[in-house]
């Protein structure tokens, strides 16, 4: 048995970790606060949230750790349930996407680890600490690209952008938009509204996020004349995968996360970057410039296999090294 620690924020950490589970041949338990991670697992154990609790104190434990604010019964809760699953599972390994602390939880009860790093300046006490307690970090782009001073020196594996959509054939849907909004399920500082704000004035707009989504949009990916999106690891991933010409705006986030992507990706020529939400007449010279990428370069991102390549990481660990048969 795997276990599998997905973060609750967005949807992109439990796409990556229903990608990466596929590819495994030993079976996999996901741990999340997510409230329905849905199919692909084995299991499930549901955990409490921890940030939930009004006037959070003493969150970093003096630089120590990134969250574990102080009385707080959610924190005890989760921590306490991934402890009995621990101990009733005995699991090979425990695959941790993200967190410092339930790293370390594993670690400290004897667990191999797996830890995926993000990008971005994660020089921190916290970040170190992981990096070094971990038996395998997997760095989920390619190092050709980003290959940040932090992480040399380690046995870190970059893998490429895990897509839950790699490896599938483009299905372009013939009613695409000639521009599609992606703002996704947190990694956007972008919503509807300012999608509004531009619809009246531009043809043929499309906006996928909270309150509009599709259960399958990769044939509007592969269609659609140009992609806006933020610069989330699986929003990049899927666009890569589906070779869309893209205009990309970071988020702003812990470590500069997607601003350090955001600039991999400018300068190996793969998306327009804006650094905010553009104003109304900036947007006709953007998408323009986007027009005329080549999409033929997304393959720089190493998208096909990424997931298989993560896998195989952790079955390096586990001592499962047999692929499942296709």
């Keep these: 048995m795997i276990g599998y620690y ?7 950490h439990l796409h990556r970790a229903r990608a990466i589970a596929a590819e495994l041949t030993e ?57 009995a699953w621990i101990a009733a599972a005995r699991p090979a390994a425990l695959v941790v996407d993200v967190s410092v ?9 004897g ?21 070094r307690i971990a038996d395998r970090v997997i760095a989920a782009w390619p190092r050709e690209l980003n290959d940040p001073p932090y992480l040399r020196g380690r046995d870190v594996r970059f893998v490429g952008g895990i897509s839950r959509f790699a490896g599938r054939a483009r299905d372009p849907d013939p009613l695409a ?3 599609l909004v992606l703002a996704g399920a947190g990694g956007a500082d972008f919503g509807a509204k300012d999608v509004a704000e531009l619809a009246g004035r531009q043809a043929n707009w499309r906006y996928l996020g909270p309150g509009a989504w599709v259960d399958d949009p990769w044939p509007l990916l592969c269609g659609a004349g140009v992609v806006i999106t933020h610069c989330g690891q699986g929003a990049v991933a899927d666009i890569a995968a589906a070779g869309a010409r893209a205009v990309l705006i970071p988020a702003a986030r812990p470590f500069g996360e997607q601003h350090a992507t955001a600039a991999a990706l400018d300068a190996a020529g793969l998306a327009v970057v804006a650094e905010h939400w553009p104003a109304p007449g900036e947007w006709p010279e953007l998408l323009g410039r986007a027009a005329e990428l080549d999409p033929d370069r997304w393959s720089a ?12 990481v952790i079955e390096e660990l586990t001592g499962h090294r047999e692929r499942r048969a296709s």
């Design 6 to 12: 997905v973060h609750h924020h967005g949807a992109g």
């Design 27 to 83: 079976p996999v338990t996901v741990l999340t606060s997510l409230p329905d991670p849905g199919p692909g697992f084995a299991g499930t154990v549901p955990l409490p949230r921890d940030d939930e609790g009004a006037d959070p104190t003493g969150t970093d434990a003096g630089g120590a750790l990134h969250w574990v604010p102080r009385g707080d019964r959610g924190l005890a809760d989760r921590m306490a349930a991934i402890a």
């Design 101 to 109: 602390e339930v790293a370390l939880l594993a670690r400290l009860h």
């Design 111 to 131: 667990v191999p680890v797996v830890t995926m790093v993000l990008p971005g300046e994660r020089v921190d006490d916290p970040h170190r600490l992981v990096h």
């Design 177 to 179: 938009p000639d521009v």
């Design 301 to 312: 991102w190493r998208t096909t296999g990424a997931a298989a390549r993560a896998a195989a």
